[in-house]
């Protein structure tokens, strides 16, 4: 079983990836869960537990944490549980977030692994440019593929970590709550009134009114979604996306053509 949670595709990729090579045939979105109340989930005997999802201000996005923060996992023996993390730069103390969060829930994680993937924060800098994440996507595959070999194996590598990044994350967490706020998001009149921004919202935080994106929630998950997979680039958060790039996982651009 992998749960996953992912804003713009990088870790839906990982989180395939590692259930195609592992040959799991379920995955579970956490942000899906949370909405629906659904926490209680039973392992098969030898079933391994994954759980993969983007690294956000040095830990988890805030989906993750409150779906693991009531997860209820049963198991007739002690499972294999990983933690795959997606991150454009460092995967700070996000896996030690996760795993004493985890421990609240007397899950007990096994393995750790990083994976570097393309930079999407638009809301913050310039994503990755279609050059820069195609680099970063080829080798990203080389770390995918030796993650669900250490899978198979049960073998740990583990994502390196120092205390500092420990310290880091704790600070960083308290800036992603203060900036998980909406009231920042506008549309532009390029909107074409599709819906696609309210349809993906993992949590459910836009609404179509007159044919036009509202954001009905005071706050969000921040997962750039939105921004980055709007066909008319027509969202934008403050004054500085507009400039910006937009950075979306291949995969899922193929996706939303042929939807
Ligand atoms: C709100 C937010 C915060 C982020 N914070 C970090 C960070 O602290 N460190 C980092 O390396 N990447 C950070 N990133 C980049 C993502 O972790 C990275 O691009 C990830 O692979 C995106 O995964 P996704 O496509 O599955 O959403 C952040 C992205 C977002 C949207
Ligand atoms: S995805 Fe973009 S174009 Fe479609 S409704 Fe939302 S803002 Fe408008
Ligand atoms: S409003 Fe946009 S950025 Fe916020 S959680 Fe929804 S899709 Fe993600």
Redesign the pocket.
């Given at each position: 079983m992998i749960f996953y949670f992912?804003?713009?595709?990088?870790?839906?990729y990982a989180a395939k990836y590692i259930a195609n090579n592992i040959h799991d045939d379920e995955l579970v979105n956490m942000a899906d869960s949370v909405k629906e109340g659904r926490y209680y989930y039973a392992l098969k005997p030898g079933e391994t537990c994954g759980f993969v999802f983007?690294?956000?201000?040095?830990g988890m996005p805030s989906v993750v944490a409150q779906f693991v923060k009531k997860l209820r996992l049963s198991s007739d023996e002690v499972p294999y549980v990983y933690a795959l993390v997606?991150?454009?730069?460092?995967?700070?103390g996000s896996v030690q977030a996760l795993q004493i969060a985890l421990e609240k829930r007397y899950v007990y994680l096994s393995a750790a692994f990083g994976v570097k993937?393309?930079?999407?924060?638009v809301?913050m800098y310039n994503p990755a440019t279609e050059e820069k994440a195609q680099q970063v996507l080829r080798e990203a595959e080389t770390d995918l593929l030796t993650a669900a070999t250490s899978i198979i194996a049960r073998n740990n590598p583990g994502v390196p970590h120092t205390m500092l990044d420990t310290v880091m994350t704790a600070g960083?967490q308290t800036a992603?709550r203060m900036m998980r706020k909406t009231a920042s998001f506008t549309v532009d009149n390029s909107c074409i009134g599709c819906g696609l921004c309210e349809k993906i919202c993992p949590v459910n935080a836009i609404e179509m009114y007159d044919y036009k994106p509202v954001w009905i929630k005071s706050e969000c998950a921040?997962?750039?979604a939105c921004i980055s997979r709007c066909p008319a680039k027509a969202i934008q958060y403050g004054d500085k996306t507009k400039k910006r790039g937009r950075y979306v996982?291949p995969d899922l651009q193929v996706k939303q053509q042929t939807e």
């Open positions: 992912s804003g713009t595709g990088n870790s839906l983007p690294v956000y201000f040095g997606t991150y454009g730069g460092k995967a700070g993937m393309p930079d999407n924060y809301i960083m992603y921040h997962c750039v996982h």
